[in-house]
């Protein structure tokens, strides 16, 4: 918004204050506002998570001694970045469900020493952990549901289990 008033400094305070307010306001009466008072556009899934919510008491089972291809998004409940990735990886796993891969969710505010074991000092923070393995990778890709498909594919491709092909032996 282009401030057009006076140049003192009580004015342009003022003027900032007022602005503040408005912006409270319209989030109070529409708490899914953005900026401005403009609705934040969220993309639609089914409304059922394909997302594996992980901790420190199911995450060696469903990761490490998974021979499926694991992508682990370590976030904060607070953290804006990681609001923003919801979605895409709720997208995402949805886009994923018969490939043989796992897309979790560690809450590192809560799974403290999980998420330091990995190194996670900023949120959200990515790992991809070949099928069976304990090491993991940095994934350092775009957080659009489209990237984290592609790369999860590249991954199984790469270091995966092979996809069963069905070989036609008569008519």
Known sequence: KEYKGERSLQEMVSALTDELVAVINARQANPNAG???QPHKKKKTSGKTHVVNLGSDNF????????????VAFVAPW???CKQLLPEWEEAAEKLLNENVLLGLVDATVEKELAQSYGVSGYPTIKIFSGGK???TDYQGQRTASAIVKAIL?????????KKVEELTNS
């Open 134 to 136: 304990s090491e993991a």
């Open 35 to 37: 900026a401005g008072g």
């Open 79 to 81: 953290c804006g970045h």
């Open 154 to 162: 590249d991954e199984v491709d790469r270091t995966g289990i092979p």
């Open 60 to 71: 060696q089972e469903r990761v490490l001694d998974n021979p499926q291809v694991s992508m």
